[in-house]
């Protein structure tokens, strides 16, 4: 969801900046993923799933980011997201590592990562969840594996609208060979049921393998290959 990142204003101004000095910024935004309903409606309050993690080639200047999200607003580009990504900047690249993101009316956009990543060939939960808070009505919570890295965001809206497990790339050369989705669950107030639902979306060079389960039928679980 990196592709919304900036107020309007903004983003014209940074744009015609990047422009100037590193084009392949400029690039648009590669997915291939699942939507819950792919368009804005009543969502469930959390998304989760388990996200293998691969080490892929990234070249200079782009990145690439595996995540789950939730919506607050298709129309002004409002969500909160938490996953692992790799890139490589004019400095050196870097592994493997864990982000979040949250972005509202209630300020700047934000992404931030955690002092730590994870390890090439290992599974890892990733979850937001509302707070449910009285105090804090429009509190989230951001977590990975159930606790050891976590945020809290208050947005504004706080409602979710829809729910999104995708790879993303910022170049088409990226190879995301590995990708691996599982066990994509909602929050029911009280328990995680697996995802009944979804729409695919691939962009080419991406391609989607949905895995079949007796459980969720394809709705849960996906590989995704491509790039180069």
Known sequence: MRLFRYVTVYALLLTLAVIT???????????????YYGYETQAPWGVGGKIYTI???VPSGPIVAWWVTVILSYRYNYWLQIGYEESN????????????ECV???????????????SAGTWHSYQIVYAQ?????????????FGPYQKECDVDPYA????Q???????????????????LSWYSGRSWPLWNRHVSRADSPYSLIPIIRSDCGDNCEFRAYGGG
């Not at 509202?104 to 994870?118: D, K, T």
């Open 21 to 35: 000095i590193n084009p392949v910024y400029a690039q648009s935004r590669y997915y291939a993923g699942y939507y």
């Open 55 to 57: 080490d892929t080639s």
């Open 89 to 100: 900047t004019l400095l050196h690249s870097h592994p493997p590592r864990y982000f979040y």
């Open 104 to 118: 509202s009316r209630l300020g700047y956009y934000i992404h931030q990562n955690f002092q730590a990543g994870p």
């Open 133 to 145: 808070s009285i105090q804090y009505p429009k509190r989230w919570i951001l977590r990975i594996d």
């Open 160 to 163: 979710p609208k829809d729910l």
């Open 165 to 183: 497990a995708f790879v993303e790339t910022a170049s088409n050369s990226i190879i995301i060979d590995g990708t691996h989705f599982k066990d």
